[in-house]
């Protein structure tokens, strides 16, 4: 048996090791490091669009093509910028309202499906990612705080969005702002229900804007705005 070993072993020595050269014509691509679409709609204004993200370490263009292979967008670094590229990028639709663009229609321009981001890096590098679109929008978050807060003891709450069916909430965030600054951004998971605001954000006589989103595991958001005034 070990005379056997030792013959077997000789012959893998002796086997030269073969390299087989990938296709010609074959592109590798690199993935970006994240990519995003979803839907954002505002249960209160009753309007609806599109938000893309992606992240790269850099890309001089990057395109996005919907399930269909039509390109939706596109963007190019030019001049002084173009040899360095960019990294992250956030951009977001106009957003019409269902009066004029109904949801259906809506849904019609940007069907569910793989969203392809295909981009170039400065030097040279293809990169390639996808991301599912889906056509799931929670109900927006029905508000049970007050409209007067104590700054001191201000409670942001809301009731938990369980419908349409299929809606799996993931989380939600609260934005509040005073002359379209945002004072306070928080995101907390889908089981909370309320946020409980530190008094350093406010300042009391003050009405403040602000907002629930609640979101979707698909990625899909659903605002609900009103105000408070704090006392």
Do not use: C
Not at 146 to 168: M, R
């Amino acid at each position: 048996m070990k005379r056997l070993t030792l013959a077997v072993l000789l012959i893998a020595i002796a086997v030269p090791t073969i390299s087989v050269a990938a296709p010609k014509g074959k592109k590798t691509h690199t993935p970006f490091e994240a990519v995003k679409i979803i839907i954002e709609f505002n249960a209160t204004d009753q309007d609806v669009g599109i938000q893309l993200f992606l992240d790269a370490e850099a890309w001089k263009n990057v395109s996005v093509l919907d399930p269909k292979g039509h390109k939706i967008f596109e963007v190019n670094s030019k001049g002084v910028l173009k040899p360095l590229g960019g990294s992250e990028l956030f951009t977001e639709s106009d957003e019409p309202g269902l009066d004029e663009v109904p949801l259906a229609d809506f849904f019609d321009r940007f069907p569910e499906g793989t969203y392809t981001f295909v981009g170039k890096s400065p030097d040279g590098e293809n990169l390639e990612s996808t991301a599912t679109l889906s056509h799931k929008i929670p109900d927006g978050p029905s508000i049970v705080s007050p409209g007067t807060l104590d700054p001191a003891h201000a409670v942001i709450a809301w009731s938990p969005v369980t419908t349409p069916a299929g809606i799996d909430i993931a989380g939600y965030e609260v934005v509040i702002e005073k002359d379209d600054f945002h004072v306070f951004d928080v995101k907390v998971p889908g089981t909370t229900t309320s946020v409980t605001v530190p008094p350093e954000f406010l300042e009391p006589g003050t009405e403040y804007g602000f907002e629930v989103l609640a979101i979707d595991k698909s990625g899909n958001q659903t605002i609900t705005s009103t105000s408070f005034v704090t006392q």
